[in-house]
């Protein structure tokens, strides 16, 4: 493969390190964009698989028997057919199926059409911990797809210079966000320059799931906040407040907004605390991992009290701690897991994400595990981590449900 710019690559004879560095970050930009174009052509953009009778009938607990004989009878939207006959839908045909079925039966429309309704709030949940690595993204990641396959409508916004959640759902940071494309573009301090968030959601190829995509500009924020508290500049409301009022531009459009915070506790995360509803910990069990957690909340302790002084209210439907990339048969781990779950109790959810090579290898391909068709890996791997992260979603549902009043 021939090099980019190779030129570019050999050094002028004095160069001082801020030049280097910003020599090789254009070189080796430069390289990824070429990569990229030929690894993912503009033309092949992410796609979502579609799904079989009996995985469109677990997600929307229409019979199996109902769906082919709708079929069959030319009722409701037409699947297609595999080389082998099986019938397949598409996620966009599975939610037309829900609204027939809530029309048809509104008794139960909540069962096939489960989006909030009057009265219940928008739930903003924020996945967290500053410890990196500790699967914040990949959970967002699962929990997103978990919920639109179920029927939700999902924002996800990414909050992390890294972006890694934005490339997940195709959106490469280097490459697909512009200038002014990402959640600064509704939080800066300059009102010339700020857009509402409404003009920087994106669809993403996963209906029900719109995305605020990031890349590094987001620093923007880090680096502007603490100078404008300082002069007392800027326009509009103090920084924490900024997240929560451009999401409340949007409120009527979702369910769940997930966000995705970086391995830090800046002026971001703190913001995606405070417009949060919601919030889940992750935490990989082993010791130098808690000892970074226990740094992180006190650290957030002594933030979230300064943030009350100022007369900011904090009020949370749930904060629950979500043990990650868990192995069940390492000892060292499982007293972690025990010790968590006697200090915390039930604040600890009860499933684990299980450590799982089909999570990484998934992850690796930038795809969740409900993405993979069943074969494309070891189908008993995939069929234990399916299980894990499943219930994993479920607790994760079960709370967002009862922080609406539903039973
Ligand atoms: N259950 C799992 N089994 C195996 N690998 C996992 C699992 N969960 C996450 N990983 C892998 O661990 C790595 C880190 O995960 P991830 O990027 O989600 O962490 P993060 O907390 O978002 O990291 P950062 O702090 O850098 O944002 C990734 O390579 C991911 O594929
Ligand atoms: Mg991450």
């Not at 801020?18 to 092949?44: C, D, E």
């Not at 069962?111 to 500790?134: C, D, T, W, Y």
């Not at 939700?152 to 990414?158: E, G, P, S, T």
């Not at 979702?254 to 995606?272: E, K, M, Q």
Request: charged residues 25%.
């Amino acid at each position: 493969m021939a090099i980019a710019n190779r030129t570019e690559t050999l050094a002028p004879s004095k160069e001082n390190a801020a030049s280097k560095i910003a020599r090789h970050a254009t070189v080796l930009s430069g390289q990824l964009q070429q990569l990229r174009t030929r690894m993912y052509p503009p033309k092949s953009e992410k796609m979502l698989r579609q799904f079989l009778t009996n995985e469109v009938s677990k997600l929307t607990s229409i019979p199996d028997s109902t769906l082919k004989l709708m079929s069959s009878e030319g009722r409701g939207p037409v699947p297609s057919r595999l080389e082998n006959n099986h019938r397949v839908y598409t996620l966009a045909q599975i939610n037309e199926l829900r609204e027939l079925f809530a029309k048809q039966k509104p008794a139960e429309a909540l069962r096939f059409l489960p989006r909030r309704r009057p009265g219940e709030h928008l739930q903003v949940m924020a996945i967290a911990n500053f410890k990196g690595g500790s699967a914040k993204t990949t959970t967002c990641v699962h929990l997103a797809h978990y919920l639109a396959l179920h029927g939700y409508r999902v924002l996800a916004l990414d909050l992390d210079p890294q972006a890694s959640l934005s490339a997940m759902f195709g959106a490469q940071p280097e490459i697909d966000v512009g200038a002014n494309e990402t959640i600064y573009a509704a939080l800066r301090y300059d009102a010339t320059e700020r857009r509402s968030i409404r003009e920087i959601i994106r669809k993403t190829y996963f209906d029900g799931i719109d995305l605020v995509p990031g890349n590094l500009e987001v620093m923007e924020y880090e680096h502007e906040t603490p100078r404008v508290l300082a002069q007392r500049s800027g326009s509009g409301a103090i920084f924490f407040e900024r997240l929560k009022l451009a999401l409340a531009e949007v409120e009527e459009d979702y369910d769940i907004v997930i966000l995705d915070t970086p391995p830090s506790l800046g002026f971001l995360t703190l913001s995606a605390i405070y417009a949060a509803t919601s919030m889940i910990i992750t935490v990989h069990p082993a010791m130098l991992d808690v000892a970074s957690m226990s740094q992180f909340l006190l650290m957030m302790g002594d933030l979230i009290s300064v943030l009350d002084e100022s007369g900011a209210q904090l009020d949370q439907d749930f904060i629950r701690y979500l043990i990650t990339r868990h192995d069940p048969n390492d000892a060292p781990q499982s007293q972690v897991v025990a010790m968590l779950r006697h200090l915390f109790g039930t604040d600890v959810l009860l499933p684990t994400a299980i450590e799982s090579t089909a999570v990484e290898a998934a992850g690796l391909a930038k795809r969740s595990l409900y993405e993979l068709e069943m074969g494309q890996i070891g189908r008993d791997t995939h069929k234990r981590a399916r299980e894990a992260v499943d219930a994993v979603n479920e607790a994760i549902v079960h709370l967002i449900n009862t922080s609406w009043g539903r039973g």
